[in-house]
C-alpha cells in the first residue's frame, strides 16, 4: 500500500505561481511512474505530467513551458512547480503513482482568479 497526500493549492491571480507538492508514504520502494493529473469542473481528470523513475517527463501541451514535475527520492516527495498561471489552469489536482497497481491523493484545489 501507498499512501499520497498533496498540499499546496491555493487560490492565486491570474499570472501567479504556485507549487503543489506531494508525500508518499508506505511502500514507495515499490513506485514506479509518478504524475499529476487536473480536473476541471464538471469535466473527465486528465493528464498534467508525468515522471518515470528515471527522471524523463512529459506534459500536457497546454502547460509546457509553465509547468515543471520533479521528485525528490530522498524524500519521497514529487512536485509541480506552476507559473505563469491562467483562469483555465483551474481545477482539482492529484497525485498519481503506480506500483503493480494504481495510488492517487484526495487532491487539492486550485483556483486561478482573473
Known amino acids: 500500500q501507498v499512501q499520497l497526500v498533496e498540499s499546496g493549492g491555493g487560490l492565486v491571480q491570474n499570472g501567479g505561481s504556485l507549487r503543489l507538492s506531494c508525500a508518499a508514504s508506505g511502500r514507495t520502494f515499490a513506485i514506479n511512474v509518478m504524475a499529476w493529473y487536473w480536473q476541471a469542473p464538471g469535466k473527465e481528470r486528465e493528464l498534467v505530467a508525468r515522471i518515470t523513475p528515471g527522471g524523463a517527463t512529459n506534459y500536457r501541451d497546454s502547460v509546457k513551458g509553465r509547468f515543471t514535475i520533479s521528485r525528490d527520492g530522498a524524500k519521497d516527495t514529487l512536485y509541480l512547480q506552476m507559473n505563469n498561471l491562467k483562469p483555465e489552469d483551474t481545477g482539482v489536482y492529484f497525485c498519481?503513482?503506480?506500483?503493480?497497481?494504481?495510488?492517487w491523493g484526495q487532491g487539492t484545489q486550485v483556483t486561478i482568479s482573473s
Open positions: 498519481y503513482c503506480r506500483t503493480h497497481t494504481d495510488y
